[in-house]
């Protein structure tokens, strides 16, 4: 149980914590905290939700995973990866709806923990993440353009082509100053983060244009017009379910759960490269998903590991998880003292912001490269990107895991073969002298139902004129059970043809499940050989036995 989960805070504070590393946890959870308001603030109003959802979510959900965590400096909350699938829940389902998928996708989280499932989510391929991450990025900027224009569009559809379909038609009521406000805002966001070094632009554009807006009571739609009045506390609040449609949250939650895992571990992973640490990813997955069925109680979001908040963290300064801690109580205060200048931000300024997020997030040079390597690279980006931006993103991941599979499989059963070893080479010179009648094939890559077929296709081709055939297993590194079946079938056809089988070179574990399987047995243990050298003697006694048999 410890290996699987245990938080990085107990490791910390049983190591020791001191005053040294609590000034800089202080810093760094600080200016976290201010750098997360803008960014948390845009991921609730482009979900569809109210501002203050968002800081919830940065304040509870960061709050338990930097108590709970696998990683030392994981700062949690909204991400832009669940902006689209959220907005999505929200229309189809209500914000019961958002609650329940959320609470199922954490215990999702929790089962992938304890399942030890956090280092085979790592190995989730880079062209499906890089594609659905860019059309998450490119529906992100779609949304964004109805408060960047300031258009009066009431229930913004949610798919792509529907968005685009109504900016057409109401882009007559196109608010200059709605323009103006977010390119602006756009450029402090891009620039004004050098004015302070550790501070990024979309705190100073948030605060400067919110300021001049008010100031000059310029004509754009606000929070507050948009939203009403934002609360300054949160209750606990209980969903209404009932069980007969559970089913029905069952794929979005997964696709949350699967979304969370994936941004959480590669948060981590960013942290790991940072600082030199390594971060325990299946106590990540639980903490992440204790904070997803936590958060919704509260009114909060799904939530998961923020690589940008995280990086900031680290640099400046951040040494233990505490710095995450403090940052949610920022978020916290926030929420409680400052609400009433939070309902001020022109909803501009939140389109500019989510503008910037969407360029940052598109990975254009990491989609570039991979468009110009392998063609089986390309067709998983371009399937995962256009089913995320026309069709939607669970059927993106779904389509885009098992076309990856598929395309893996046919890989691997490409490097998997089976061919005749030449015993008159220099290689084989002992064995020169192999009997007539005794034929050597060596197989290549897994033993696996990717290849099963071809092998014992090939194997009933090959097996004609010989007495006994030798097998050279030392390169199949496991075997399946579809391979072990189909090996049955083989080693079943050649006893009808009076053909001996003997293995050579065979791995322990390959043994082991041959073993466990009863080939062993089939075959004979003592035709099951370690090295070539006994496989050849093991292959002559039998052809002797053969021809002795033949003699009677």
Known sequence: MNSIFKPKLYVVLKQGYNRYLFQKDLYAGIIVGFVALPLVIAFAVASGVSPEKGLITAAIAGLVVSILGGSRFQIAGPTGVFVMIVYGI??????????????????????????????????????????????????????????????????????????????STGFWQLNYYALIITAVTILIAIYGGKVIRNMPGSFFSIVIVTGVVTLLKLPVQTIQSVFGDIPNTFSIQMPHLEWASIREYIQPAFTIAILGAIQSLLSAEVADGMTGGRHRSNTELVAQGIANIVTPFFGGLPATGAIARTATNIKNGARTPVAGIIHSVIVLLILLLFCKWVRLIPMSCIAGILIVVAYNMSKWRSFVAILKGSRYDVLVLLTAFFLTVFVDLTMAIEVGMVFSAMLFMQRMSKL?????????????????????????????????????????ETLKEIAGDSKVLILRMRYVPFIDSTGILSFQEIIRDLRIRKVAIVLSGVRPEVRETLTKCGLVDIIGHDLVCDNFGEAVKKATEELEKKMLYKLR
Do not use: C
């Open 416 to 456: 998997s073969n089976i061919e005749s070893v030449d015993i008159d080479t220099d290689i084989f010179e002992n064995y020169s002298s192999l009997p007539k009648g005794v034929d050597v094939y060596e197989i290549t890559g897994p033993f696996f139902f990717g290849a099963a077929q071809s092998y014992k």
């Open 90 to 167: 929200v229309q189809k389902y209500g914000l019961d709806g958002l609650m329940i998928s959320t609470i199922l996708a954490g215990l999702m989280l929790v089962g992938f923990g304890f399942l030890r499932l956090g280092v085979i989510i790592k190995y989730i391929p880079h062209p499906l993440v890089v594609g659905f991450t860019s059309g998450i990025a490119l529906v992100i900027f779609s949304a964004a353009m109805k408060d960047a224009f300031g258009l009066q569009i009431n229930n913004l559809p949610a798919d792509f082509a529907g968005q685009w379909t109504a900016y």
